[in-house]
């Protein structure tokens, strides 16, 4: 560590340590991510409060023989294992990854794709203010030209 980051001020959580351990515990999402990287939740979370609190802290990677990894109880990943991994988590198919966008419940009408309406679809009533008074307000704020922002 230079001196120049040893007098720099870290950046890092704006709550007590010991409220984000907790909150961290309970969340089942990050259960799931500790159990997808084969690490014990308690570790984990350690290791996520390490770099929370330190926002300018750096990852620390390692580059192991697969030997070593074997001769440490690991079975190292094939080259073809390790791609599957990688395509699974740009799917969203792993855990604690974002659902894939193309297994999402979202459509969209192919004809009027990007065109703007100002009809409510089909079967479906416009939406809007349903008190009559806040209606008449509305109404007479357009009438008067007014936007109902805020103007500087």
Same mark, same amino acid.
């Given at each position: ?10 950046? =890092?959580?704006?709550?007590? !340590?010991? !409220? !984000? ?18 690490? #014990? ?6 290791? !996520?409060?390490?770099?929370? $609190?330190? #926002?300018? #802290?750096?990852?620390? *990677? ?24 990688? *395509? ?12 894939? @966008?193309?297994?999402?419940? @979202?459509? %969209? ?12 679809? $089909? ?11 806040? $209606? #008449?307000?509305? %109404?007479?704020?357009?009438? &008067? =030209?007014?936007?109902?922002?805020? &103007?500087?």
């Amino acid at each position: 560590m230079t001196q120049e980051n040893a007098n720099k001020p870290k950046r =890092g959580l704006k709550r007590p !340590v010991e !409220v !984000v351990r907790a909150e961290l515990l309970k969340d089942p999402e990050t259960k799931k991510i500790a159990a997808a990287v084969s690490m #014990k939740l308690e570790d984990y979370v350690e290791l !996520v409060l390490k770099y929370a $609190q330190d #926002k300018d #802290k750096e990852p620390e *990677i390692a580059v192991i023989s697969d030997e070593e990894l074997k001769k440490n109880g690991f079975n190292p990943l094939s080259a073809e294992e390790a791609a599957n991994i990688l *395509i699974k988590g740009m799917k969203g198919e792993l855990p604690g990854s974002p659902p894939d @966008f193309e297994a999402s419940k @979202f459509t %969209q009408d192919k004809s009027a794709a990007g065109k703007p309406s100002l009809t409510a679809p $089909q079967g479906q009533a416009p939406t809007g203010p349903q008190d009559a008074e806040a $209606q #008449k307000a509305l %109404q007479d704020q357009l009438k &008067r =030209g007014g936007s109902g922002g805020n &103007r500087a």
